[in-house]
């Protein structure tokens, strides 16, 4: 019998820096993450979030590395944002991500 992992996460805030034209960069720090997918949950909801505040629809992720310090976990993700849906297999729509972020209790900038 598999023991059941309790998802306790203790999201410790967002750090976001316009990097040039459409590039923005994400720094996310939590706690109780289960693995790295936990991490890019909360930068994608970061993102979709910014996008939205900024006047845009979308998002296309870029890259995003994650690194873990005992139960401290971070990610470094960069996003481009845009008005249209943006070329590439990594898009989001920014409204239907933060929807689904607020249903699952993970915050958005």
């Not at 910014?50 to 873990?68: E, P, S």
Request: overall charge negative; hydrophobic content about 40%.
């Amino acid at each position: 019998m598999r023991e059941e992992v309790v998802f306790e996460p203790k999201y410790a805030g967002v750090d976001t820096r316009l990097l040039e034209g459409d590039l923005v960069n994400f720094h996310v720090a939590m706690t109780g993450a289960r693995d790295e997918s936990d991490v890019h949950a909360y930068a994608e909801c970061a993102a979709a979030q910014y996008a939205l505040i900024r006047g845009f629809g979308f998002a296309r992720h870029v890259r995003t590395t994650t690194d873990n310090q005992g139960d401290l976990w971070s990610g470094d993700a960069v996003y481009t944002i845009s008005a249209a849906l943006p070329r590439g297999l990594k898009t989001i729509d920014a409204e239907v991500i933060v929807a689904n972020c607020e249903d699952n209790g993970i915050p958005t900038v």
